[in-house]
């Protein structure tokens, strides 16, 4: 309860800093000092890991995940999992659309979506996070360490990607992470009052190498050319 109610206060305290002209001028030099970043190789990586966190490969992940799971007949787990999802999305939604913040204009084909908050960052936060709560009791107490700082990093580098391909501004995404953190903060206090029986980490594994896998070869890879194309810098 009390780290829910730090994420809140945060985030309130940056949806309303980020209006201050210091920290437009802060978001602004991020952002300039991303174009500067720019390689063709950490273009090539960023925008194909950044295009795994848009609706359809994200939608297919969770639909493979909830199949994961449902099959092993633990339906409150697979409630836990697809109502933090959907709890996620639509404060996400509610949120971009009530703060209506432009996003940089440094690419040639930036979304269309609002910025503030991050919706990559949120939602692949609260994705990874609700994973590793569900499946982090049925690994090895020697392998938890590692499985963590892996889900981690990958939770980092898809935000990196964001701020890297100049389509968000510094303070989305650290709004992304405090949404983020509020819903696993919640899901971590009722998980904490009714825990939910042991799930196999293998199948939820195996659905989400699958799901990843499809929407490289099916979304990804095919319009790589145009997506790199949409992500030139202008």
């Known amino acids: 309860a009390v780290l829910s109610s730090h994420c809140v206060g945060l985030f309130v305290a940056v949806s309303q800093l980020m209006q201050l002209p210091w920290v437009i001028e802060l978001n602004q030099a991020v952002a300039l000092w991303g174009v500067e970043l720019r390689h063709p190789w950490l273009d090539h990586f960023f925008v194909g890991l ?121 303070t989305d995404i650290i709004g992304g992470l405090l949404l983020g953190g509020f819903v696993l903060a919640v899901l971590y206090c009722i998980l904490l009052k009714k825990p939910f029986e042991r799930i196999k980490p293998m199948p939820v594994l195996m659905a989400s190498i699958l799901a990843w896998a499809f929407s490289l070869g099916y979304w990804i890879v095919p319009n790589f050319e145009s997506l790199l194309a949409q992500y030139a810098v202008r």
Not at 50 to 64: A, C, E, K, S, V
Not at 139 to 147: D, G, M, N, T
């Open 50 to 170: 950044t295009q795994l966190g848009y609706r359809n490969p994200m939608t297919l992940w969770g639909i493979l995940v909830t199949l994961a799971i449902a099959w092993q007949r633990n339906w409150y787990a697979c409630g836990i999992w697809v109502g933090s999802l959907l709890v996620g999305q639509w404060l996400l939604v509610t949120l971009k659309n009530g703060f209506a913040w432009e996003r940089p204009h440094l690419i040639h084909l930036p979304p269309e979506s609002f910025a503030f908050p991050s919706g990559h960052t949120s939602m692949n936060l609260i994705f990874l996070g609700v994973l590793a709560l569900l499946c982090l009791p049925g690994i090895a107490w020697r392998r938890q360490k590692a499985v963590l700082s892996g889900l981690f990093i990958l939770a980092f580098t898809i935000a990196a990607s964001r701020l890297y391909l100049t389509v968000h501004w510094l």
